[in-house]
């Protein structure tokens, strides 16, 4: 029985079914979407069930006339399955499990004390009212000075656009720019939520490629190649999440060249893990390249940066009347940023930077423990990450596939870890460690890999 059905007849919903006939099971198994549509099953339960109102203790016969059908642009709508893995390794551990957790993508450190106190001291100075949609003046100029102090970017108040977390950036930009059939350029394996958001709009996602034996270097021949006038949007990401790999201003450059050529294409540059490289490496814009700021939304935050994951504070930077339709979109979905969040904002950008600097020495330092660790599992092999807190091990040398890996690693070795396939087709072969966790827990992890898989 497929998954979807399953959960419909456990949860007793029938008739509840999706409005598009052309939902492939294939292609949604791939993107994870066979989760979404159980999951939106389980919403529409409840919400059904409070509808019809009875005390939570006891359940009413379902109205069998009741028929709720989704809009036909649900089926195409991806998800994040680091989520999922996340809540099957709370249920083995409230069984009583040992569970290494690796899967998810935030810094286990505190939000630096300072930054907390800030956000406290707003709450109890009234920042609890409804905020400008786009931000608050304060933290948009503390956003501006930022560009200037870590990319040489002289930025106005009205190019920056203050959204909770990310992520919305990265759904607003994509709703205001993305036409149905416009091409989107977008990193496969990448953050899953580009693709699920270019198919959400009707958008053609083109997958760019990286050379995994170069340290995920993307191929950027493939990728100039791959642009042309129908290209709306070019999504860019380095540090990359979930590979580690860095796109060098050399690299930046060329691709700026071909860019320059497509008077309608847009650069969303995703650079939320700024802040986190290595090796002496500098983060590098492609914004800050002669004609490139006009055409590039600049895409950060605070989550990663200030391990401020669950405040949910993030930012774009460009020109000013996108900014407006950005915050437009906004205005028309969550209204604003908590404003007490946002004066936590200001302390972190406007005060002192040691905890973020600290927090990303142990990244580098944890780094080289899970990599040299994760290269001697047998079948594993492991190239070093230059950005971001993920090592993207090849695994095929197991003669496994990622997802069944994925199950194995946390049923049998009690690893906590994602299929590279979460992250798009080209993510097969692949596992990604989030190793933002403590050394004793990564030496935990790695003991019980080799245990499991032998040593090399
Ligand atoms: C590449 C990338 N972009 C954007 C985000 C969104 O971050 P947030 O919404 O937590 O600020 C993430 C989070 O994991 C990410 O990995």
Not at 242 to 254: C, N, S, Y
Not at 425 to 434: I, K, Y
């Amino acid at each position: 029985m497929p998954p979807a059905k399953a959960s419909a007849v456990a949860l007793g919903i029938r008739r509840v079914r999706f409005a598009s006939g052309t939902f492939g099971m294939d292609r949604a198994r791939a993107q994870g979407l066979t989760r979404a549509r159980e999951t939106s099953l389980i919403r529409l339960s409840s919400r059904a069930r409070t509808a019809r109102a009875p005390a939570p203790s006891a359940p009413q016969p379902r109205d069998p006339s009741l028929m709720i059908r989704l809009a036909k642009r649900m089926a195409d709508l991806g998800t994040e399955t680091a989520f999922e893995v996340l809540a099957r390794a709370k249920a083995l551990e409230a069984q009583g499990r040992s569970i290494v957790h690796l899967q998810i993508g935030e810094p286990d450190f505190d939000t630096p004390a300072h930054v907390v106190e800030a956000g406290a001291q707003a709450l109890r100075n009234g920042h609890t009212h409804y905020t400008p949609s786009p931000g608050i003046p304060e933290l948009r100029d503390a956003i501006a000075e930022e560009m200037k102090k870590t990319r040489g970017l002289a930025v106005a108040r009205d190019e920056v656009v203050v959204t909770p977390g990310g992520k919305p950036i990265l759904f607003n930009v994509i709703l205001v720019l993305v036409d149905p059939g416009d091409e989107v350029s977008y990193p496969n394996p990448g953050f899953p939520i580009y693709e699920s958001m270019i198919r959400f709009v009707g958008g053609k996602p083109v997958p760019q490629r990286f050379d995994a034996a170069k340290g995920f270097e993307l191929d950027v021949d493939g990728l100039i190649a791959s642009l042309n006038e129908k290209t709306k949007l070019l999504i860019l990401n380095s540090p990359s999440n979930p590979t580690g790999g860095v796109i060098r201003r050399a690299e930046l450059e060329r691709i700026a060249e071909r860019v320059r050529e497509l008077p309608n294409l847009v650069v969303l540059s995703d650079e939320i893990y700024s802040r986190l490289v290595y090796d002496g490496e500098k983060h590098f814009s492609i914004a800050t390249l002669p004609g490139m700021r006009e055409r590039t939304i600049i895409l950060d935050g605070f989550s990663k940066t200030y391990a401020m994951t669950g405040w949910r504070l993030g930012y774009g930077v460009m020109p000013a009347d996108l900014a407006k339709m950005v915050a437009k979109i906004t205005t028309n979905s969550t209204s604003c940023t908590a404003g007490f969040t946002q004066m936590a904002g200001v302390a972190a950008l406007r005060g002192p930077q040691d905890s973020a600097e600290a927090m990303c020495r142990e990244f580098d330092k944890r780094r080289k423990i899970i990599v040299d660790g994760l290269n001697s599992v047998k079948g594993f092999h492991c190239a070093t990450p230059k950005g971001a807190f993920y090592a993207f091990p090849d695994v095929r040398g197991t003669g496994r596939k990622s997802k069944e890996l994925e199950g194995a690693l946390l049923d049998e070795c009690g690893v906590a870890c994602l299929s590279g396939t979460s992250f798009g087709a080209s993510g097969e072969g692949f596992l990604r460690f989030s190793y933002a966790n403590s050394v004793a827990n990564l030496e935990e992890a790695i003991r019980r890999l080799r245990a499991y898989f032998g040593t090399q």
